[in-house]
């Protein structure tokens, strides 16, 4: 029995006719018909068959060609493009009406109507041709008449009906998954589909009291956000035939991934199925769900992924850390055990951080780094446990990722290609299997991170895995410490800590050598990533770490200061290197000026010109610098040092040199005139320092940072009415001054969350302005008993 809904759409302006008729299969369905039920050698003979007879159309090879290609296409499962599916629905009509011939074709053709069929699919969401009522309504009909909504079809037969026959038919064919060729007489699909069904058959629905359990064990129990991602998890059952079908098929179409499920099924991994071995299978496929949806949410909310990256960083970490070293638990862990550990963990700390800021801020800076050392944390590992093979497999990836993703609008697409996601699929597997307890191995085969391994255009695998992996890594089992957790059964509780436990302390690369080696010499056989050169991994190795990690020809190499600063310190490195370029060549121009032309040759009425000239054009220079820094051009530099510094005209020495020596003034002014000049350095070396911060990258070019400069350049643009009218002047100086203050005060704190140097320069820039403002009413006062400066 299977359900479908139809949308009829009627045209009454002349008299009822249907003008459209939308149809909705579940995914499920259309999967278990064309993925199970059609996909088999007598189907793809019988497409032959019609392109051979009817359609007389050359088809050599026919029967390889289309067993290469797959099934359906996409999670939507979509028939309509180049798949053995579409082929299928076709060969059937073109065998009675010759003008479906050209669907059928391996070659673009158009039928006598012009359209081209089987080639690339429309890609049409069912969401665009149904609304969310109707599909509630479907679910309801679907509930009513029996039928599972994950599914769409039931499976359940009476005597008599054509599914009587079902289990012969399948067992008579002889399925191959398009991307999967048997090794040594074993059908590695037919390996996972065992695996699956033995899942199916003993978990059928998820556990509100088992994902209780799994989020207390990750430390995330207590936290709204998660509990909200979760919350029909939390309430009732939700049914997992839906999501078993999919891993299934994702999983069986990656030969390396379907011929590891062959070498842990021959090793008898499977064969036990006691009560207890029950409790656990339970316990370990509502973790994987617990993770499969969290990983989906938190990538679709950046603050539930800062939730995880706090609750990973801190608490969880102190608890996991503690337990294998001993402080807390009663674990008994071997030295090297102990290490692997934290630097598994630390490494998946680290890629999470990096992910979760480059997707927050838009930014790709660290990631590749972070991802190359996940895996290679993984391959030492594998290298320090003998698994040769499976290390040089991970080599190879790492040094394969060669490019940043793309950030945009808090969405991270990072497109490598298919082979490497489906080989770092496999890789991980046998990683996580040679070292690593097995309800790691659980988030690997959910559809999030199965399906989107090898998903052409998609993207989301890395992200994906990178929070998977952490979440995986965070999870610690202890026993109930909340009423909500304390609903299992004692028994049940006392099995899977059982588990956890001897899963910990057990010798597993000793226990599991045999079938781990296996899966690594079969990853190096199927592996689809080329193999580095020498030379490539050992400049990947210096890039990472240096000597730190590697031995280098130079002993030399990372030996100076800054070999130790992480990315952010040495980009303030460059930009204080760039602050200390400008305020040198400032004030030296300053210096040259006064020492080798005021001195000889004294102040001239062209002099004057020049000075009124240089003030009128700060604006324009400092509007220039600020758009160039915005944009990271080092060209901001000399715009900003031409004009702070007035193109050498010594205002900032002047102030210094009269304050110091000038006996002629008086001590009011010289005070006045010291505060000037303090006051001009400190208010060029913060102009100057914000500057050459933007440049760096170090402080983001934003509105916070940018509307004080922007206000300065407003103050200088009638500098030259003080020439006219000093009291009007004065009048405006004031007014924009309290401007300046009212909004730098407002952003400060802006600013401070930007990078500690914006609030600095922040904080320079307005007590230099206070000196300003007190060196004025000194000489105010100076003026007013008499003491006029000459």
Same mark, same amino acid.
């Given at each position: 029995?299977?359900?479908v809904?139809?949308?009829i =759409?009627?045209? @009454?302006?002349?008299?009822?006719?249907?003008?459209?008729?939308?149809?909705?299969?579940?995914?499920?369905?259309?999967?278990?018909? &064309?993925?199970?039920?059609?996909?088999?050698?007598?189907?793809?003979?019988?497409?032959?068959?019609?392109?051979?007879?009817?359609?007389e159309?050359?088809?050599?090879?026919c029967?390889?060609r289309?067993?290469?290609?797959?099934?359906?296409?996409?999670e939507?499962?979509?028939?309509?493009?180049?798949?053995?599916?579409?082929r299928a629905?076709?060969a059937?009509?073109?065998?009675?009406?010759?003008?479906?011939c050209?669907?059928?074709?391996?070659?673009?053709?158009?039928?006598?109507?012009?359209?081209?069929?089987?080639?690339?699919?429309?890609?049409?969401?069912?969401a665009?041709?149904?609304?969310?009522?109707?599909?509630?309504?479907? #679910?309801k009909?679907?509930?009513?008449n029996?039928?599972?909504?994950?599914l769409?079809?039931?499976?359940?037969?009476?005597?008599?009906?054509?599914?009587?026959?079902?289990?012969?038919?399948?067992?008579?064919?002889?399925?191959?998954?398009?991307?999967?060729?048997?090794?040594?007489g074993?059908e590695?699909q037919?390996?996972?589909?065992?695996?699956?069904?033995?899942?199916?058959?003993?978990?059928?629905?998820?556990?509100?009291? %088992?994902?209780?359990?799994?989020?207390?064990?990750?430390?995330?129990?207590?936290?709204?956000?998660?509990r909200?991602?979760?919350?029909?998890? +939390?309430?009732?059952?939700?049914?997992?035939?839906?999501?078993?079908?999919?891993?299934?098929?994702?999983l069986?179409?990656?030969?390396?991934?379907?011929?590891?499920?062959?070498?842990?099924? /021959?090793?008898?991994q499977?064969?036990?199925?006691?009560?207890?071995?029950? %409790?656990?299978?339970?316990?370990?496929?509502?973790?994987?769900?617990? &993770?499969?949806?969290?990983?989906?949410?938190?990538?679709?909310?950046?603050? +539930?992924?800062?939730?995880? $990256?706090?609750?990973?960083?801190?608490?969880?970490?102190?608890?996991?850390?503690?337990?294998?070293?001993?402080?807390?638990?009663?674990?008994?862990?071997? /030295?090297?055990?102990?290490?692997?550990?934290?630097?598994?963990?630390?490494?998946?700390?680290?890629?999470?951080?990096?992910?979760?800021?480059?997707?927050?801020?838009?930014?790709?800076?660290?990631?590749? !780094? !972070?991802?190359?050392?996940?895996?290679?944390?993984?391959?030492?590992?594998?290298?320090?446990?003998? =698994?040769?093979?499976?290390?040089?497999?991970?080599?190879?990836?790492?040094?394969?990722?060669?490019?940043?993703?793309?950030?945009?609008d808090?969405?991270?697409?990072?497109?490598?290609?298919?082979?490497?996601e489906?080989?770092?699929?496999?890789w991980?597997?046998?990683?996580?299997?040679?070292?690593?307890?097995?309800?790691?191995?659980?988030?690997?085969?959910?559809?999030?991170?199965?399906?989107? !391994?090898?998903?052409?255009?998609?993207?989301?695998? $890395?992200?994906?895995?990178?929070?998977?992996?952490?979440?995986?890594?965070?999870?610690?089992?202890?026993?109930?410490?909340?009423? #909500?957790?304390?609903?299992?059964? #004692? /028994?049940?509780?006392?099995?899977?800590?059982?588990?956890?436990?001897n899963?910990?302390?057990?010798?597993?690369?000793?226990?599991?050598?045999?079938?781990?080696?296996?899966?690594?010499?079969?990853?190096? #056989?199927?592996?689809?990533?080329?193999?580095?050169?020498e030379?490539?991994?050992?400049?990947?190795?210096?890039?990472?770490?240096?000597?730190?990690? *590697?031995?280098?020809?130079?002993?030399?190499?990372?030996?100076?200061?800054?070999?130790?600063?992480d %990315?952010?310190?040495?980009?303030?490195?460059t930009?204080?290197?760039?602050? @200390?370029?400008?305020l040198?060549?400032?004030?030296?121009?300053?210096?040259?000026m006064?020492?080798?032309?005021?001195?000889?040759?004294g102040?001239?009425?062209?002099n004057?010109?020049q000075?009124?000239?240089?003030?009128?054009?700060?604006?324009?220079?400092?509007?220039?610098?600020l758009?160039?820094a915005?944009?990271?051009?080092?060209?901001?530099?000399?715009?900003?040092?031409?004009?702070l510094w007035?193109?050498?005209?010594?205002?900032?020495?002047?102030?210094?040199?009269?304050?110091?020596?000038?006996d002629? %003034?008086?001590?009011?002014?010289?005070?006045?005139?010291?505060?000037?000049?303090t006051?001009?350095?400190?208010?060029?070396?913060?102009?100057? @320092?914000?500057?050459?911060?933007?440049?760096?990258?170090?402080?983001?070019?934003d509105r916070?940072?940018?509307?004080?400069?922007?206000i300065?350049? $407003?103050? *200088?643009?009638?500098?030259?009415?003080?020439?006219?009218?000093?009291?009007?002047y004065?009048?405006?100086?004031?007014f924009?001054? &309290?401007?300046?203050?009212?909004?730098?005060i407002?952003?400060?704190?802006?600013?401070?969350?930007n990078?500690?140097?914006?609030?600095l320069?922040?904080?320079?820039?307005?007590v230099?302005?206070?000196?300003y403002?007190?060196? !004025?009413?000194?000489?105010?006062?100076?003026?007013?008993?008499?003491?006029?400066e000459?």
């Amino acid at each position: 029995d299977y359900t479908v809904m139809f949308k009829i =759409f009627l045209d @009454m302006s002349s008299k009822p006719v249907v003008s459209q008729m939308n149809a909705y299969l579940s995914e499920a369905f259309i999967d278990f018909t &064309f993925g199970i039920l059609l996909n088999s050698d007598k189907t793809r003979d019988f497409v032959c068959s019609v392109m051979k007879g009817p359609c007389e159309q050359p088809a050599d090879n026919c029967e390889e060609r289309l067993a290469s290609q797959a099934v359906t296409d996409g999670e939507l499962v979509y028939i309509d493009g180049n798949t053995q599916g579409c082929r299928a629905l076709h060969a059937v009509f073109a065998e009675q009406n010759p003008n479906h011939c050209a669907h059928i074709s391996f070659d673009p053709t158009p039928d006598p109507n012009g359209k081209i069929k089987c080639q690339e699919s429309a890609r049409i969401n069912p969401a665009s041709l149904f609304e969310d009522i109707d599909f509630e309504n479907f #679910k309801k009909f679907q509930i009513s008449n029996g039928i599972d909504p994950t599914l769409g079809y039931d499976e359940s037969c009476e005597e008599g009906n054509f599914c009587d026959e079902l289990p012969d038919i399948i067992k008579n064919q002889t399925f191959l998954s398009p991307t999967v060729s048997p090794t040594d007489g074993i059908e590695p699909q037919g390996c996972v589909d065992r695996l699956i069904g033995i899942l199916q058959q003993n978990v059928r629905t998820t556990s509100p009291d %088992h994902v209780e359990v799994v989020l207390q064990n990750v430390g995330l129990g207590d936290k709204f956000m998660v509990r909200d991602a979760l919350k029909e998890l +939390l309430t009732q059952p939700q049914p997992l035939n839906g999501m078993y079908n999919e891993s299934s098929t994702c999983l069986g179409s990656n030969t390396a991934v379907a011929e590891l499920a062959c070498i842990m099924e /021959e090793s008898g991994q499977w064969d036990s199925q006691t009560q207890k071995d029950l %409790h656990v299978m339970e316990y370990l496929v509502n973790q994987a769900v617990v &993770f499969e949806s969290l990983t989906l949410a938190a990538l679709d909310n950046i603050a +539930l992924l800062y939730t995880i $990256v706090e609750v990973m960083t801190n608490n969880q970490r102190i608890v996991r850390e503690d337990t294998v070293n001993g402080e807390s638990g009663s674990l008994d862990l071997s /030295e090297d055990t102990r290490e692997n550990f934290v630097v598994t963990y630390r490494s998946a700390v680290g890629a999470l951080v990096a992910l979760a800021k480059s997707i927050s801020e838009n930014s790709n800076t660290a990631m590749m !780094a !972070a991802l190359q050392l996940s895996i290679l944390s993984g391959t030492k590992v594998d290298i320090e446990n003998d =698994f040769e093979s499976n290390a040089r497999v991970g080599l190879s990836l790492a040094a394969g990722v060669q490019f940043n993703p793309f950030v945009k609008d808090n969405i991270m697409k990072w497109k490598l290609s298919s082979n490497w996601e489906e080989t770092y699929l496999a890789w991980s597997m046998a990683n996580v299997w040679g070292s690593l307890p097995g309800d790691y191995l659980g988030p690997l085969m959910m559809p999030s991170i199965s399906c989107s !391994a090898g998903r052409i255009g998609d993207g989301d695998f $890395v992200a994906r895995r990178l929070v998977s992996q952490s979440l995986a890594i965070m999870h610690q089992f202890q026993g109930p410490r909340s009423e #909500k957790a304390a609903n299992l059964d #004692k /028994e049940v509780y006392e099995d899977i800590g059982d588990y956890s436990k001897n899963q910990a302390e057990d010798d597993l690369e000793r226990t599991r050598y045999k079938e781990a080696s296996a899966l690594g010499t079969s990853n190096m #056989k199927k592996v689809k990533v080329d193999s580095p050169s020498e030379d490539s991994v050992e400049k990947m190795l210096y890039a990472l770490c240096g000597e730190r990690c *590697h031995d280098g020809y130079w002993k030399v190499t990372d030996t100076a200061p800054q070999s130790n600063m992480d %990315h952010e310190q040495f980009l303030v490195y460059t930009g204080f290197i760039s602050f @200390m370029t400008m305020l040198i060549a400032g004030l030296g121009s300053e210096l040259l000026m006064f020492v080798f032309y005021l001195q000889k040759y004294g102040w001239s009425t062209e002099n004057q010109k020049q000075w009124k000239l240089a003030q009128f054009v700060f604006s324009l220079l400092l509007t220039t610098a600020l758009g160039l820094a915005s944009s990271r051009s080092f060209l901001a530099l000399p715009f900003l040092v031409f004009g702070l510094w007035k193109f050498g005209f010594p205002e900032t020495i002047l102030f210094q040199y009269m304050a110091l020596f000038d006996d002629d %003034h008086s001590w009011i002014q010289r005070i006045s005139d010291f505060l000037n000049g303090t006051g001009t350095v400190a208010h060029h070396g913060a102009a100057a @320092m914000t500057i050459a911060m933007m440049v760096s990258g170090v402080i983001t070019a934003d509105r916070y940072a940018l509307s004080p400069c922007l206000i300065l350049v $407003v103050q *200088h643009w009638l500098v030259l009415v003080r020439y006219v009218n000093e009291n009007l002047y004065i009048g405006i100086v004031l007014f924009v001054e &309290f401007w300046f203050e009212w909004v730098i005060i407002n952003v400060l704190e802006h600013n401070a969350s930007n990078h500690w140097t914006a609030a600095l320069t922040s904080i320079v820039m307005l007590v230099a302005h206070w000196q300003y403002l007190l060196a !004025a009413g000194i000489a105010m006062i100076g003026q007013c008993l008499g003491r006029t400066e000459k």
